[in-house]
């Protein structure tokens, strides 16, 4: 079934809330140590037109993320644990190719994002659902574009 293949399963407002905290605290506390995310400056998006801007917050904000979750902790993650590699393997394979797809924004980026990965595929993986995993990324998201 491509639905449960995929995590696609509603897994409660509760452990939702708890990862999303989880990865906010991952998310500022590695911002406030490594300073990845750079100054807010809001004179961009003041510059631009207000359709452009909803379009890249859509786009990067939300759809990007959605795309990127359902590929590596919705199909991903359900093709590779069943094989011999197992769910931890699976998820530490899945987060080192997830950051290697951001390689544009260096190393010590990428090894962020290996962390982030970690604990994408350890959300996925305890709630059965790739919702979680898609509205952490999301979170992480929106707060890198502002």
Known sequence: DPRQDLGMRW?????????????????LGTDALFHWRGPFDFAPWRAIPLAVAVARVLAVGVIGPTAEELVFRGYGYARLTRTRLGVGRSIGLLAAAWSVVHIEYGWQVLLLLFGAGLLLGVARHRTGSVVTPVAMHVLWNLYAIW
């Open 11 to 27: 897994p409660g407002a509760l452990p939702v809330l708890a990862w999303l905290g989880a990865y906010a605290a991952y998310m």
